[in-house]
């Protein structure tokens, strides 16, 4: 089974500190994604990186940045956190091999910024 | 870019066949329609892919009409444990290769509620 790990379940951090989330698949997936998750908005696309050291732009990427220095970890960082940025994040991972790609998701990661 | 568009809710009774909607008017044509499951707590859970036509496997079957700006995933015989929010993706993920940003678009998600 594909499994998809999230540093932390829960995180209080607050205003103004670094945040770094950490995500790791097992199943060498080329693409790993960062998502964010809010009552109402649904998911949304934060970052998305197709090979170690490649990242692109999600639907909101502003405030965030991303590291993807081996194939297996992918890491969301929030280089100042800010009350907004309270939300779900979820990791996910997929397979570029397939055109019809299925994503595996983590458990997800409830961050708290005061 | 595909925007999608579902019911924010629905209630079902057990048993009872369901089908959830989703309008996505400006899909690409290289994009494909997803559909994932999330219980609270979780992360979301794939169900269901197609591209065109009908779709079906273990757990759920997908209609997808001829111009492609809708899809329905319908879900038989619904149980207790299918409550749960039902999100559709459209998108094709390669085409954010190099920085095209051919967007991954979920929609806001459904909460189906099933009651005995």
């Known amino acids: 089974d594909v499994k998809v790990t999230q540093s932390s379940r829960y995180l209080v951090k607050r205003t103004g500190e670094k945040v770094f989330l950490e995500c790791v698949q097992d199943?060498?997936?080329?693409?790993m994604f960062w998502y964010r998750q809010d009552p109402g908005l649904g998911l949304r696309l934060i970052y998305f990186?197709?090979?170690?050291?490649?990242?692109e732009k999600g639907d909101i990427p502003e405030g965030y940045s991303v590291s993807r220095e081996k194939k297996e970890r992918f890491s969301l960082i929030l280089e100042s956190a800010s009350t907004n940025q309270t939300s779900m994040y979820l990791c996910?991972?997929?397979?570029?091999?397939?055109?019809?790609?299925?994503?595996?998701f983590g458990p997800g990661t409830r961050l708290t910024v005061t | 870019l595909a925007k999608t568009t579902q019911p924010i809710s629905m209630d079902s009774y057990e048993g009872q066949e369901v089908n959830i909607t989703c309008s996505h008017n400006?899909?690409?044509?290289?994009?494909?329609i997803t559909w994932y499951q999330q219980f609270p707590s979780q992360g979301p859970r794939f169900i269901i892919q197609g591209y065109k036509t009908k779709v079906t496997n273990e757990v759920a079957s997908l209609f997808i009409p001829a111009d492609r700006k809708s899809s329905t995933l319908s879900l038989p015989r619904v149980s207790l444990s299918d409550t749960a929010v039902y999100y559709c993706l459209v998108g094709d993920i390669r085409a954010n290769y190099g920085g095209s940003q051919g967007n991954l678009i979920f929609g806001k998600g459904t909460k189906l509620s099933v009651k005995p």
């Open positions: 996910a991972s997929s397979s570029s091999d397939r055109a019809d790609y299925e994503q595996y």
């Open positions: 400006n899909i690409a044509t290289n994009d494909y």
């Open positions: 990186s197709y090979d170690v050291k490649m990242k």
């Open positions: 199943m060498d997936h080329e693409n």
